[in-house]
């Protein structure tokens, strides 16, 4: 018999590639979802269970019977929901834990932003049950915010200069996410997932525009003008203040980071942003 894997953040951009991937392999997969009715967009098959992280006995629920659970916390400050969801997972002795973290988490260069995850991680390793924890670098798919400024034509938004990182494919990140999960051998390790280069946003732009076969720009924001863009896209104070500190690390250089975890977990290169764009093209316009 298949055992059950508890994926949270389900309908989110690594979580739903990671329902997805499961399912095709004929995996058992429950997804954690706040909203049920959320539910409509995932593969057939999938068990949904409601689970909110302020209600214990809602997680403790979503978790019995599941053999492994793929935990991703709501990324800021508030680390109460990475804790909440470890400490339900272990009411129901959950085997194994795979973590959803971030790039230099912990690093000191980051502020307050690289220790949103470190109380989650810690959560985790503590927890008594098989772990991993993966920390990937930028997601392709942020570019995605893109598309309405290349469809008029305007520049696109970088709040980063020439800061290079190792973005990754989010479909990557998933099937490492879902190796992890399924062998036993993998586990124990922090992995950090990147792309098989660091680019910029202006060298991301550049790859888009040839893509497109269309002029494409980008435009410097301001401390200032990022913070308000921030702020519109429904961040907290606080959050935005992290995003920010962030953004400052990666423009000095801190992310410009590559690794090999990536084809050593899935016995291939890592997708580039090159290949992610062809493939998204059309979501350009």
Known sequence: MRAMILVTGATGTIGSELVRQLTARG???????????????????VEVARGDYLDP??????????????????????THHDEALVAAARSARVGRLVKLSAIATGDPGLGAFGTWHLPGERAVRESGAEWAVLRPSSFASNTLSWAAPIRAG????????????????????????????????????????????????????????????????????TPREARERLLAWGLGEAQAEGVLAGNAFVRDGGNAV?????????????????????ERRAAFG
């Open 27 to 45: 995996e058992k997969v429950r997804a954690l979802l706040r909203d049920p009715a959320k539910a409509a967009g995932l593969p057939s098959g």
């Open 57 to 78: 006995g809602s997680l403790e629920a979503a978790a019995a019977g599941a053999q492994a659970a793929f935990l991703v916390g709501v990324p800021g400050p508030d």
């Open 154 to 221: 305007e520049p696109v938004p970088n709040m980063c200069g020439d800061g290079a990182q190792g973005v990754i494919d989010p479909r990557d990140v998933a099937e490492a996410a879902a190796r992890v999960l399924l062998d036993g051998r993998l586990v124990g390790r922090t992995y950090t997932l990147t792309g098989p280069e660091t680019i910029s946003v202006p060298e991301q732009a550049a790859v888009l525009a040839e893509v497109l076969g269309r002029p494409i720009t980008t435009r410097d924001l």
């Open 258 to 278: 590559v690794t090999e975890d990536v084809p050593e977990l899935l016995g291939r290169p890592a997708r580039t942003y090159r290949e992610w764009a062809r």
